[in-house]
């Protein structure tokens, strides 16, 4: 089956302590995508890649870092963790290709996350 | 900077009435649009996408949406509206930067209430 895992699916940290949320697509898509969720902000793009080793910043960058070794995953970092990085993070991931703009993005099932 | 508005924040409708979800852009180039949805505790799902030409865009489930140049807008509808389409609907526009980078900016989402 077509998909984008995203995992862990909940967690639950302290301040300060590294984590990494893992995402990975099987349907060789080429872009892929991070973006947090919150009430009344909608979606928000927090890093994007292009390929493999591209990488660009969103809008919200700030405190999360990401990598693109191979193709089909897409880690989120985030190397101290505050309590306004609570939120529903998604991963999702779309086809390049010659008309890759009309291409839509395929999500992850998210991951809610809570810093204390 | 790109931008997309989603001026309702609920849309309450009877069963089996048309409906409308609103969405207003603003792009530099030409606009790439898109409309998801998302229903409780699941990631977002794609609904359907502007392709330059076609005013009247038809998607899944029965919706489609209207593409208005002159008021930059992109009005989600549906003829006849079911309790199950009961969600929180996102439109989205997707840029090309230069160098061919991407980014995409996604509305603040409204949610749709079917009242039966």
């Known amino acids: 089956e077509a998909q984008v895992t995203q995992n862990p699916r909940y967690l639950i940290t302290v301040t300060g302590k590294k984590l990494t949320v893992t995402c990975s697509q099987n349907?060789?898509?080429?872009?892929m995508s991070w973006y947090r969720q919150d009430p009344g902000l909608g979606l928000r793009q927090i890093y994007y890649s292009m390929n493999v080793e591209v990488t660009d910043k969103g809008d919200v960058p700030e405190g999360y870092k990401v990598s693109r070794k191979e193709k089909r995953n897409f880690p989120l970092i985030l190397e101290s963790p505050s309590p306004n990085q609570t939120s529903l993070y998604f991963c999702?991931?779309?086809?390049?290709?010659?008309?890759?703009?009309?291409?839509?993005?395929?999500f992850g099932p998210g991951t809610r996350l809570t810093v204390l | 900077a790109q931008s997309v508005a989603q001026p309702e924040d609920q849309v309450n409708v009877a069963e089996g009435n048309p409906l409308t979800v609103k969405c207003t852009y603003s792009v530099s180039g030409n606009p790439y649009l898109f409309w998801y949805v998302q229903y409780p505790n699941r990631g977002l799902q794609f609904l359907l996408k502007?392709?330059?030409?076609?005013?009247l865009v038809k998607g899944s489930y029965g919706f489609e949406a209207e593409f208005n140049k002159s008021q930059t807008s992109f009005h989600l509808k549906k003829p006849s509206a079911l309790v199950s389409d009961s969600a929180l609907y996102f439109c989205a526009v997707r840029d090309m930067r230069s160098g061919g980078y991407q980014k995409v900016t996604f509305g603040t989402g409204t949610k749709l209430q079917v009242i039966p």
């Open positions: 502007y392709i330059t030409g076609d005013n």
């Open positions: 349907m060789n898509h080429e872009y």
């Open positions: 999702a991931s779309s086809p390049q290709g010659t008309d890759w703009v009309y291409n839509e993005q395929f």
